[in-house]
């Protein structure tokens, strides 16, 4: 099982990131996917699920401002972060839980002051 996380960067506050998980070793399009991510000292956190069906649930911090998709022809899931704040600093992962405890390396969002 593998999971790749890329597309972080540095963005101004109200910017946008688009980051993708490109995954393989498992039966994708049957997995419910999540996006976390952790920030410094902090534990991590879920902020959005996509199920198999495409139903998408976020957490209340990041509602209205991301968005999280998948394309199951490429096995990878997306998340469309617009406003960025400062605080959504943090590195983000993408797990399908149901697989097993699976995280990859991550990929490093820096909300600028």
């Known amino acids: 099982v593998q999971l790749q996380a890329s597309g972080g960067g540095l963005v101004q506050p109200g910017g946008s990131l688009r980051l993708s998980c490109a995954t393989s070793?498992?039966?994708?399009?049957?997995?419910?996917m999540l996006w976390y991510r952790q920030a410094p000292g902090k534990q991590r956190e879920s902020i959005a699920t996509?199920?198999?069906?495409?139903?998408?649930y976020y957490k209340d911090s990041v509602k209205g401002r991301f968005t999280i998709s998948r394309d199951n022809a490429k096995n990878t899931v997306f998340l469309q972060m617009n406003s960025l704040k400062p605080e959504d600093t943090a590195v983000y992962f993408c797990?399908?839980?149901?697989?097993?405890?699976?995280w990859g390396q991550g990929t490093l969002v820096t909300g600028l002051q």
């Open positions: 996509i199920t198999s069906s495409g139903t998408t």
């Open positions: 070793g498992f039966a994708f399009s049957r997995q419910t």
């Open positions: 797990s399908a839980p149901s697989v097993g405890n699976y």
